[in-house]
C-alpha cells in the first residue's frame, strides 16, 4: 500500500508560483544545457556543421530556445495537470517521461540527416537532462505550497 505524501494532495498551484517555478525551471534548464554541451564540445570532436552559427544544433542559441519552449510547454501543462490530477506530481512525472521519448523523433529532422552518433548522443543527453531538470523543478510547486 503506498501513501500520499502532503505534496500529492495539493491540488492546484496559484498562478503566481506556476509562473514563479516555470520561469525557475527555463533558467536552469537553459543553464545546465548550456554546461552539457560546452563538456560536450570539450570532449568530443564535432563536425562543423553541426556546431556553433545561428541555427546548428549544437550551438547555445538553438539550445536556449529549445529549452524555453520545453520548459513553457512543461509549466502550461503542469499548471493543468495541477488543476485535475488527484496525484499531481506522478501525473505530470509519467506525462514527461511521454514527453522525453517523443523528443527523440526531432532526431529524424533533415538538418540532422548525416550526424555521426556523437551528435545524437549529446542532443539526447541535453534532452535527458532537461526532463530531469524541468521536472524536478516543476514539482517543487506543490511541495512548497504545501509546506506554506
Known amino acids: 500500500m503506498t501513501t500520499m505524501n502532503n505534496s500529492e494532495l495539493s491540488r492546484s498551484v496559484g ?30 570532436e564535432f563536425p562543423a556543421e553541426f556546431v556553433g552559427g545561428a541555427f546548428g544544433p549544437l550551438a547555445v542559441g538553438p539550445v536556449v530556445v529549445n529549452s524555453a519552449v520545453a520548459a513553457i510547454g512543461a509549466t502550461l501543462v503542469y499548471g493543468v495537470v495541477t488543476r485535475y490530477a488527484a496525484r499531481p506530481n506522478r501525473t505530470f512525472t ?28 549529446i542532443l539526447a543527453v541535453m534532452h535527458v537532462t532537461a526532463a530531469v531538470t524541468i521536472v524536478a523543478v516543476l514539482t517543487q510547486a506543490t511541495n512548497q505550497e504545501a509546506e506554506s
Not at 543553464?31 to 568530443?44: E, K, T
Not at 509519467?94 to 548522443?121: C, E, K, Q, Y
Open 15 to 44: 498562478t503566481f508560483r506556476l509562473a514563479k517555478y516555470g520561469l525557475l525551471a527555463l533558467l536552469i534548464v537553459s543553464i545546465v544545457n548550456i554546461l552539457v554541451l560546452f563538456i560536450g564540445l570539450a570532449i568530443v
Open 94 to 121: 509519467i506525462i514527461a517521461g511521454a514527453a522525453l521519448v517523443l523528443s527523440f523523433t526531432t532526431f529524424l529532422a533533415p538538418d540532422l540527416s548525416g550526424a555521426p552518433p556523437r551528435v545524437f548522443a
